[in-house]
């Protein structure tokens, strides 16, 4: 009997360096591996979407499909962007319109879909399951499209953010409306089964999903015996100076203000000299950071060494002597769980989350593997305590417990190979 015949639909593939990239790339990995039939259905890469310097390796027995899409405006879009003043610019509008509009800006991926019209009828004819990983909308719009094409394909329709339901878009109450009625008309109705990365955002899918809703975490590609050889480095003294790292996009609002505070806090009454510790920012998108460097009583403390490689960025992260994560404590980031913490907590160093709450899913996430600990935006002297512990030179704090075996549950392949049996059981039933 032949494997299943499986196309996944992503946007992010590489050489885009993205988060959102490594899922559905581990998916094709471990489930050719598993001896599935793998195609995957994604984008010709634009210059807006740089970063594009994530080179994995091929994968054999796996074929993928690139789509141009966009015409002359998108050819201009591309050339604006490669002007760094411009792109500066165009990231500056982007970051307005994500905190403010009230209506749905133009998305220029979504070309995409109509660039794939052609292929989907012969893509959905040979195939038994078609796996879509938002976002874009256009991944779920174009696996919409093959369960019209073939309604005998099993549609997985895959949410790492949510999307009319998405707590960071300042829609108006009619455009949240419009968009929902899109995702209804096509996930809600279609989709055989919906997968999420929380248990939050399976909760909130269930409003509205008639298919069948499965938790399906993210994770990292490292094994169990990788894992045991990053974990095994003994607890060390602090650097001098301290180095708090972030890596990745900073997303406003949730901005590291509140450990700025404690660090100027700990300077102005002499608990830290400036020097004892820095903030640093890796990455292309650290708008919100550049601004914050404005103030003078925080700029002794940031730095911004720009965007580095993945490579690079993984060594970072495990030379680091804390890692900092940053998100909301309001109410609607509950489920959030991104890519970043599993990054995170697979290299091996203690992190702090800055404006989640202990009950929300990074928390318990966090406790549950003994990685890290989080603090609310009004924790200062909580947060004082670990910065001055760690200035002590007291090694792995406390809380820094790992717990080899929760945290062995999120290997990719672990995941992939757990989705791929929920696959193969709904094709059997």
Request: charged share 25%; with cysteine; hydrophobic share 40%.
């Amino acid at each position: 009997m032949t494997g299943p015949r499986i196309l996944i639909v992503t946007y992010n593939w590489p050489p885009r360096n993205a988060i959102g990239t490594h899922r559905p790339y581990a998916w094709a990995k471990y489930w050719s591996n598993a001896g599935a039939q793998v195609t995957v259905l994604t984008a010709a890469k634009r210059i807006f979407d740089a970063p594009l310097d994530l080179h994995l390796p091929d994968l054999n027995g796996v074929r993928v499909i690139e789509v141009p899409y966009g015409g002359a405006g998108l050819s201009l879009l591309d050339q604006l962007v490669r002007n760094l003043k411009v792109r500066s610019y165009l990231k500056r509008v982007r970051s307005y319109l994500r905190r403010s509009s009230s209506s749905a800006p133009a998305d220029p991926r979504s070309g995409w879909r109509g660039a794939a019209i052609p292929l989907i009828a012969e893509l959905a004819k040979d195939n038994d399951f078609v796996v879509s990983t938002y976002g874009p909308d256009a991944s779920h719009l174009i696996a919409n499209d093959a369960k019209s094409a073939n309604p005998d394909i099993i549609w997985v329709a895959d949410y790492r953010d949510l999307w009319s339901q998405n707590p960071m878009a300042g829609w108006s109450d009619g455009v949240r409306a419009s968009i929902r009625s899109l995702e209804e008309g096509s996930v809600g109705r279609n989709a055989d089964l919906v997968t999420a990365v929380s248990e939050d955002m399976i909760r909130q899918l269930g409003e509205f999903c008639k298919g069948r809703l499965l938790l399906a975490p993210n994770g990292f590609d490292l094994d169990m015996e990788d894992l045991e050889q990053v974990f095994a480095s003994p607890s060390r003294h602090c650097a001098n100076p301290l180095r708090i790292v972030h890596t990745g996009t900073v997303y406003p609002p949730h901005g590291p203000t509140p450990l700025l505070e404690v660090l100027a806090g700990m300077a102005d009454k002499g608990d830290l000299e400036l020097g004892e510790v820095t903030v640093d920012f890796y990455g292309s998108r650290v708008e919100l950071i550049v601004q914050l460097m404005c103030n003078p009583r925080f700029r002794p403390f940031l730095r911004t060494p720009g965007h580095v490689a993945r490579e690079d960025a993984i060594e970072i992260q495990r030379e680091a002597d804390l890692l900092l994560l940053l998100a909301s404590s309001a109410p609607e980031g509950r489920g959030v769980l991104t890519g970043k913490v599993f990054e995170y907590i697979s290299a091996g160093r203690p992190i702090i989350c800055v404006g989640s709450r202990p009950d929300f899913e990074i928390g318990q996430l966090l406790r549950r593997t003994g990685t890290g600990i989080v603090f609310d935006y009004n924790e200062p002297a909580c947060i004082a305590q670990v910065i001055r512990a760690q200035l002590d030179g007291k090694g792995s704090p406390e809380w820094f417990a790992p717990k080899l075996e929760e945290i062995g549950r999120y290997t990719r392949k672990k995941q992939a190979l757990a989705l791929l049996a929920e696959l193969t059981d709904d094709r059997s039933r």
